[in-house]
């Protein structure tokens, strides 16, 4: 009976450090369920919507305290200064001029363990599209090298992994008369 109960408490522990092993992993999943690495183009009828993905290290110049963590706060009161710089380092044109988004957002993702501390922002914007007019979408940022690009149309995608930064683009809308 004594070498039973033994045995059932080697399992019992076994069992409990295999609950806590999958409560761990569960944790980190859903920890980095927020960010997306992609950088994602999607043209439909005469709009771009981009989606991308930025690292915390791409805001590194507005650490106001230079202590090494963006913080909530440290974003929010300079999100002006971040939307124009943003504005410079990732562009859409044409030949002819910039286009200005008609939609931007910029959501955070943070850090679990101290939910002060910026980890990941989406950039999501829309622009309206010129009718048959070629269109550029630009980036200066280092950290585009190496992600993913996913460009979809009417029902179409291309995926390609980014080798290159800058990143240059073309994009065209169909005409939809």
Known sequence: ???????????????????????LFSV??????GHNDLIQLRVKDQQLGVDIGLNAADFMQFDQNQDGHLTRQEFVEQQDAIKQWLQTQIQIKT????????????????????LNIVKHVRLIQRYDLPAKTEVKFQSQLPSFKGKGLMFS???HFYMKNLSASPVEILVQAANTN
């Not at 009976?1 to 409560?23: D, E, G, N, Q, T």
């Not at 980190?28 to 369920?33: I, R």
């Not at 030949?95 to 101290?114: G, I, M, N, R």
Request: glycine fraction near 2%; proline fraction near 4%; charged fraction near 25%.
């Open 1 to 23: 009976m004594l070498k039973l109960f033994k045995k059932f408490r080697r399992s019992k522990y076994c069992l409990h450090l295999v609950i806590s092993l999958s409560a």
């Open 28 to 33: 980190q999943a859903y920890a980095h369920a």
């Open 95 to 114: 030949d002819q001029a910039s286009l200005k988004p008609t939609w931007f957002d910029l959501p955070l993702e943070v850090e679990t363990q101290d």
């Open 153 to 155: 149309s009417e029902g």
